[in-house]
């Protein structure tokens, strides 16, 4: 889906560069180009922000419990 239509930016290239490090607007529309235009589209990609990033952080929370604990 896309979600700034102004630089052609889709979900999945907000998620790649969520994926690569990206932690903010600002962090997305310099590596995807969304939001550099009008505008419309932050609220899109905040809501993908906000849906994908806690995931990430989650999981990686997981991960070190599980080493700590000595689960792994």
Known sequence: ???CVCNNVNVDKV???IDAGSDTLE???ETTG???CCG??????NRVLQQHAPQ?????????AQTVNGSR
């Open 1 to 3: 889906m896309i979600v």
């Open 40 to 45: 419309k589209c932050q609220f899109k990609v």
């Open 34 to 36: 969304a939001t550099a």
């Open 15 to 17: 998620k790649a560069s």
């Open 27 to 29: 962090a997305i529309r």
């Open 56 to 64: 990430s952080i989650e999981q990686d929370s997981f991960l070190v």
